[in-house]
């Protein structure tokens, strides 16, 4: 049964919205202009053609939206499974609709959701018997004409037709869930292929924290590699003394020593600040040579910086992704 009939820029009709009540309802006019629109958003309603023009002039499109109470018992007809599985379990109501635009393109919706002419038509034939002057469109229908010869072929017939659809609703269910478990089954395979491919990643990166922190060390090292060389070489001279500086604070040292050798034995506490002196002096040595060897010794692989960037890069990346 249609309950209400909804029109937009069709023709003649800029707007109406009509609610129909039970039994018989009459719609008269002086004219047949605004009936015969009435009729065609009908006939839209049910997946026919769009007439040139159809648009009101100056709308961009035209709308008719029909909403039509749903027979027990009709969406388990197999023809209409596939409508069916888009509609709430128990609906009892169904709103079709169509969309015209001002180029002729239309658009057809069941419950909201796209559709294909051919469903409006499915379902539509199916709620609306329509007679028109010299016709009876719902006849020109196969399923229609399916529905009178199966209903003139006896009970027993009928009975048969209702095993199969019971039947065939199982079979379509069963369908409906085995698909649903092999989508289960490969998005279980992707996310098994997903942890693999992370497993594997974390593999080749080997993240190790000891390792990290030696890496970063050695990432400082390298990219103050310059500055650490000329800190080493200056404070090496500067010990050692070269032939373009002052003495360093080695022959400084050893200037003292000889000074207090003149008078060693005679006072026991002068002779232990000279031997602090020739202690000190020994240290220096030994301290400006471990300088002079770092800063020869400084210097970088080459593209291992480089390395080092993209191999903590990478770890840093994992470790913000898991």
Known sequence: MLLEL???????????????GGGLNAITGETGAGKTVLAHSLDLLLGGRARPQIVRPGAGEAWVEGVFSLPEGLLDEPALAEIAARLPAGADEV??????????????????????AADLTALGSRLVSFFGQHEHRRLALGSAQLEILDGSAGSEHLAVRGRYRSAHRRAAAIEHELAELR???????????????????????????????EMHAEREQLRHAEALRAAAGGASIALSGDADSDAGAIALLAGGGSALDGVEGIDPELDALAERLRAASVELSDLAG?????????????????GLDERLAALERLRRKH
């Not at 998005?187 to 098994?192: F, G, K, N, P, Y």
């Not at 471990?290 to 480089?306: D, I, K, N, S, Y």
Request: hydrophobic letters at 40%; glycine letters at 8%.
């Open 290 to 306: 471990e300088l002079r060897g770092l800063a020869e010794h400084v210097e970088a692989e080459p593209g291992r910086l480089e």
């Open 95 to 116: 709103a079709l609709g169509r969309r015209i635009g001002a180029s002729g393109r239309t658009s057809a919706f069941i419950a909201g959701r796209s559709a294909a």
């Open 6 to 20: 909804r029109i937009e820029n069709l023709l003649l009709i800029e707007r109406a919205e009509l609610r129909f």
């Open 183 to 213: 989508e289960r089954q490969g998005s279980r395979e992707r996310d098994l292929d997903l942890l693999r491919f992370e497993l594997a990643e974390i593999d080749e990166a080997s993240p190790d924290a000891e390792r990290v922190a």
